[in-house]
């Protein structure tokens, strides 16, 4: 009996795989096309120490020969590439000797691409960048004693 249901079983199973369909449906293919324009790669903060060169290459998502870069309320000695949007910049010591720069203050930077033929396509962002400095300054403070000192030492 036991066999019998076995047998009945297994022929079932192999009537069911004969009856499938065996071709693989595979759904249309769509793709997304990214239409907006935007900066890929563009890291929000970058740190610089005083005296280092500094040079960052930005990418878009679409055919760069169509399009400019630009910055706003940059930094002095901070430049861009117009055509292929690398930032660069040399941090020079007497920038921050003259005042014109300060070490350990953000500097938010704005920066934009635009299309040479369609105005309304650009985008703005902006990244933070930060100087620093290794160098020990000396104490401009001058230990003075006044009148008269009194020392007393610990016994143990």
Same mark, same amino acid.
Not at 92 to 98: A, E, G, N, T, V
Not at 110 to 119: A, E, R, S, W
Not at 120 to 145: H, L
């Given at each position: 009996? $036991?066999? #019998?249901? &076995?047998?009945?079983? +297994?022929? +079932?199973?192999? &009537? ?20 907006? #324009?935007?900066? %890929?790669?563009l890291?929000?903060?970058?740190? #610089? ?28 000695? +901070?430049? %861009?590439?117009?055509?292929n ?5 040399? @941090? ?9 720069? $300060?070490?350990?203050?953000n ?8 299309? &040479? ?7 703005? =962002?902006?990244? @933070? %960048? ?6 020990? @300054?000396?104490? $401009? %403070?001058?230990? =003075?004693? @006044? ?7 610990? $016994?143990?």
């Amino acid at each position: 009996m $036991k066999r #019998l249901l &076995l047998a009945l079983i +297994l022929s +079932l199973f192999y &009537l069911i795989g004969f009856t499938q369909d065996d071709t693989i449906q595979t759904p249309p293919l769509v793709t997304n096309v990214d239409t907006a #324009l935007r900066i %890929i790669d563009l890291n929000p903060f970058f740190t #610089l120490h005083v005296d280092s060169m500094f040079s960052y290459q930005l990418h878009i998502n679409k055919e760069p020969e169509n399009y400019f870069w630009y910055l706003k309320n940059a930094p002095i000695g +901070l430049r %861009i590439n117009k055509e292929n949007g690398t930032i660069s910049f040399k @941090a020079d010591k007497s920038y921050f000797l003259s005042g014109r720069l $300060k070490y350990d203050v953000n500097y938010n930077v704005n920066i934009g691409v635009q299309n &040479l033929k369609d105005p309304k396509e650009r985008v703005d =962002t902006n990244f @933070a %960048i930060v100087f620093y400095n290794t160098e020990i @300054a000396p104490s $401009k %403070i001058k230990p =003075t004693v @006044a009148n008269t000192v009194t020392i007393e030492e610990a $016994k143990l």
